[in-house]
């Protein structure tokens, strides 16, 4: 009898499978109570997955502007329209969302924190969210965030990824504690040369285990006054989808160094190794390619800084109005690190150029606002566009820059449609 039962235990009985079976059908009974609908092939879900109508209650859409441009659901990555971004700080219900995995929905902010740590720092440190908001001084700061992959449709021949227009981008206000100032606080080594962050986000099958996205910027991008820990976005607690409790904000550069729900951070004695940090990720080939060329990682270079780039937020395109009225139009341009030094706008295809009144940005990083006045010489159609120059002297082209094989980069001439009558 002894062996029996020893042989039992070898191997799964039929009871124990049928067990199993049973409390499979049992969880896909509740799944399918809660969605008020059956699951059609639920015997075909792979084991430990969670269904995403369950695992993402939660609706980023809700308070967002109901005219943006869902690009995809799982994960969430959404758009806006160009005329969305008229104001000089973008609330919330304009502001595009980048996910890459699921938003972390059990989130207590009174039991958050956030651990520095890494090969170059003297001993690991642990804050509270709480400590982080009294022991060190606040600042605010108005900083463009914008994909490495905004414009990505313009692209011919097409490359993979979300097909963005010109709405992956905003600018608005955060507020948080300098990187430079907690990093100094912790003690970081002399060979110090990178600094990674980790967030709560999990992929899309619910899996916890791995990082979704780990990316990072060199110790100097870290340094400067402008790289927040954030907890606010626009005077307000940041928004789930946006981060909620804290965020690492880089501006200048592409919004996916800027960590969303950031309980980690690691500095680095390398070049960080983390998710979306590899491979072909968020890089630039070093010298052109012919489209459609691969290239390899050897010849690519991580993207640092965003190039120089203009945006027309009024009117919208398509306007119609009468010629004997003047066009008011307006817009925002950015240039990454630098600052712009000139916008100019055409309604003859690039043949003459008109300089607007650009202001001065409200703080560096932060995005301005340009506008002028346009008079059209007789009724028909016309396009104005819209041409940036850095302060390096670098101007938009005002064609679709260099293919890459992901579509980085496109910062060619906005360009909008108008009709006079």
């Given at each position: 009898m002894a062996r029996s039962s020893e042989n039992q235990l070898d191997k799964p009985s039929v009871s124990s499978q049928d067990r199993r079976?049973?409390?499979?059908?049992?969880?896909?009974?509740?799944f399918s109570a809660v969605l008020g609908a059956e699951i059609i092939h639920a015997a075909s879900i792979p084991e430990g997955y969670i269904p995403v109508a369950l695992a993402q209650?939660?609706?980023?859409?809700?308070?967002?502007n109901p005219e943006m441009i869902i690009r995809s659901d799982q994960p969430w990555n959404v758009e806006a329209r160009p005329h969305h971004l008229d104001d000089a700080i973008t609330p919330f219900e304009n502001i595009f969302i980048r996910n890459n995995g699921l938003i972390p929905e059990d989130i207590d902010a009174t039991s958050w924190a956030l651990t520095i740590g890494g090969e170059s720092v003297s001993k690991e440190k642990t804050y509270t969210l709480a400590e982080l908001k009294t022991k060190f001084k606040p600042y605010t700061y108005q900083l463009v965030l914008e994909c490495g992959g905004n414009g990505r449709a313009g692209f011919y021949p097409p490359t993979a990824g979300n097909q963005w227009e010109e709405g992956a981008v905003y600018c608005s206000e955060w507020t948080g504690i300098r990187l430079k100032d907690l990093l100094q606080d912790v003690g970081i080594k002399s060979d110090a040369v990178y600094i990674g962050y980790y967030g709560t986000d999990k992929h899309l099958?619910?899996?916890?285990?791995?990082?979704v996205i780990s990316r990072g910027v060199p110790i100097s991008k870290a340094m400067q006054d402008e790289t927040l820990v954030a907890w606010s976005l626009n005077g307000k607690d940041i928004p789930l989808a946006h981060g909620y409790p804290l965020r690492l904000v880089c501006g200048g550069w592409p919004a996916s160094v800027s960590g969303k729900w950031l309980n980690k951070l690691v500095v680095r004695n390398k070049e960080h190794d983390g998710a979306k940090m590899t491979g072909d990720s968020y890089r630039m080939p070093k010298n052109?390619?012919?489209?459609?060329e691969e290239g390899t990682v050897e010849d690519m270079t991580i993207i640092e800084s965003m190039p120089v780039k203009s945006l027309i937020t009024y009117?919208?395109?398509?306007?119609?109005?009468?010629?004997?009225?003047?066009?008011?139009?307006?817009?925002?341009?950015?240039?990454?690190?630098?600052?712009?030094?000139?916008?100019?706008?055409?309604?003859?295809?690039?043949?003459?150029?008109?300089?607007?009144?650009?202001?001065?940005?409200?703080n560096r990083l932060a995005w301005q606002q340009w506008s002028t006045?346009?008079?059209?010489?007789?009724?028909?159609?016309?396009e104005v566009w819209a041409k940036a120059t850095d302060s390096q002297g670098i101007s938009q082209p005002m064609v679709i820059p260099g293919w890459n094989p992901k579509g980085y980069l496109n910062n060619a001439c906005h360009r909008i449609a108008v009709k006079v009558s």
């Open positions: 079976s049973f409390i499979r059908k049992t969880i896909f009974s509740t209650q939660f609706d980023p859409m809700k308070g967002k099958n619910g899996d916890g285990s791995k990082p052109p390619v012919a489209p459609g009117p919208k395109t398509g306007a119609m109005f009468a010629k004997s009225k003047k066009l008011n139009v307006r817009g925002h341009a950015w240039a990454g690190e630098f600052e712009v030094s000139e916008v100019q706008v055409s309604i003859d295809f690039g043949a003459t150029w008109k300089k607007c009144i650009l202001k001065k940005p409200a006045e346009l008079a059209f010489p007789e009724a028909g159609y016309y």
